[in-house]
């Protein structure tokens, strides 16, 4: 079965300051990736998604961007970090049934 | 436009009560619908899928195309139960969409 591993769980990070996210995937090979952002009373936002390496598409203009340097790898990265970028932040993959995989999160506090 | 509709932020009801946690979508294709749910200090994980037609921990969802709905419900809450539950639409082209999020709260 797949796992995702996602980290770091927690950050906390300063306006201004840059910002890297890593999510990997084990037990399956040229997954579908995503990144979800979760905010109170909005749900989970789908913000990028990739089909294979190098492919991204966004999916809401932002101030963050995606990469995806390996097969099983998805980075979510910022050059400078807005407030407004605090959130929960959920890396997944999709099954060949369609079902999403999702990992541990990472809480993102911008100050 | 695609999209999915869970009116309710919270929802409280006691343990052993009959618990509904709506969900309507629009889609102009067949849809594929989910439910996940994210109990505390875990991962946020499937549920149930409306193809599979299935109950899993005593939860069942029917599709109604007529009202494009896909309401999650149960007959007897159990404290266990309490969690956040996402209703969730594929719609193809590598996407899911979510809803906003119930919060389950079975109270004692």
């Not at chain 1, 910022?78 to 809480?107: I, M, P």
């Amino acid at each position: 079965s797949q796992t995702i591993h996602q980290w770091p769980a927690t950050l906390v990070q300063p306006v201004g300051s840059p910002l890297s996210l890593e999510c990997t995937v084990e037990g399956t090979s040229n997954p579908n990736l995503y990144w979800y952002r979760q905010a109170a009373g909005r749900g989970l936002q789908l913000l990028f998604y990739s089909v294979g390496i190098g492919q991204i598409s966004s999916e809401v203009p932002q101030n963050l961007s995606a990469s995806r340097p390996q097969d099983r790898q998805f980075i979510l990265s910022s050059k400078k970090l807005l407030l407004s970028d605090s959130g929960f932040y959920l890396c997944a993959t999709a099954g060949s049934n369609t079902e999403a995989f999702f990992g541990q999160g990472t809480r993102l506090t911008v100050v | 436009a695609q999209r999915v509709t869970q009116p309710e932020k919270l929802l409280s009801v006691f343990k052993g009560a009959p618990v509904e946690l709506k969900c309507n979508y629009s889609y102009s294709g067949s849809p594929e619908l989910f439910w996940y749910v994210q109990y505390s200090r875990q991962r946020l994980q499937l549920l149930l899928r409306h193809i599979s037609r299935e109950s899993i921990k005593g939860f069942t969802a029917d599709l109604n195309k007529g009202e494009t709905s896909f309401h999650l419900k149960k007959p007897f809450a159990q404290e266990e139960d309490s969690a956040m539950y996402y209703c969730a639409l594929y719609t193809g082209g590598f996407k899911t969409i979510f809803g906003a999020g119930t919060r389950l709260f079975v109270k004692a």
